[in-house]
Nanobody, 123 residues
Framework: QLQLVESGGGLVQPGGSLRLSCAAS????????IGWFRQAPGKEREGVSC????????KYADSVKGRFTISRDNADNTMYLQMNSLKPEDTAVYYC????????????????WGQGTQVTVSS
């Protein structure tokens, strides 16, 4: 069974931080690039960040540059998204995804998806 499970979402005040985790089971992330995506109500799913299979290359959406950091721990088969200086516009369901293709931040390029974790930035 190929599965990705996100965790770490929740309610946070503007300016706060959250760290999202994505654990893979049933397959290894070693040969996959991985990405984080988000979808707010009424909006299309958008790419937030991605990281190469080795962790050597990363990309970020302009809206999160300088605030979010993507990382991975292949030994633990887990990926992370550290989110700092959160803004209300960051509110969305966040999804992790994996692909063996060169997909960058294009959702359609990813093969495996988690169920999502809600991040709400409000106060």
């Amino acid at each position: 069974q190929l599965q990705l499970v996100e965790s770490g979402g929740g309610l946070v005040q503007p300016g706060g931080s959250l760290r999202l985790s994505c654990a893979a089971s049933g397959f290894s992330l070693d040969y996959h690039a991985i990405g984080w995506f988000r979808q707010a109500p009424g909006k299309e799913r958008e790419g937030v960040s991605c990281i190469s299979h080795s962790g050597g290359s990363t990309k970020y959406a302009d809206s999160v540059k300088g605030r979010f950091t993507i990382s991975r721990d292949n030994a633990d088969n887990t990926m992370y998204l550290q989110m700092n200086s959160l803004k209300p516009e960051d509110t969305a369901v966040y999804y992790c995804a994996a692909t063996k293709r060169l997909a960058w931040l294009i959702p359609s390029g990813y093969d495996h998806w988690g169920q999502g974790t809600q991040v709400t930035v409000s106060s």
